[in-house]
């Protein structure tokens, strides 16, 4: 699920608790939900556990997610269609 999508039904507390549960600011979650401003991979580690796994790693870094966090991909639920991609890009 991507962070827009899960923010969508939150309350506004609720995004506020959730961005200072990853270390951030609303405004700076926002932002990174739209894509306005890249998500660094100490940031989408950290909204990983503060959604508990709902909004992955692989979520935020879908280009190059593979090759910050190599074990994910032994991962069952690793999204496939996103390492091929990934090796697209660098062939």
């Not at 909204?47 to 997610?65: K, L, S």
């Not at 999204?79 to 091929?84: D, F, H, L, M």
């Amino acid at each position: 699920m991507n962070l827009k999508t899960y923010l969508a039904p939150l309350p506004q507390t609720e995004r506020v608790a959730l961005a200072v549960a990853a270390g951030t600011t609303f405004g700076h979650l926002r932002n990174v939900g739209y894509r306005l401003r890249p998500c660094s991979p100490e940031l989408a580690a950290a909204i990983e556990r503060a959604t508990r796994g709902a909004v992955m790693r692989w979520d935020m870094r879908p280009h190059d997610w593979r090759l910050i966090w190599p074990e994910l991909q032994a991962r069952a639920d690793a999204p496939v269609e996103r390492i091929k991609d990934a090796e697209r890009e660098v062939a």
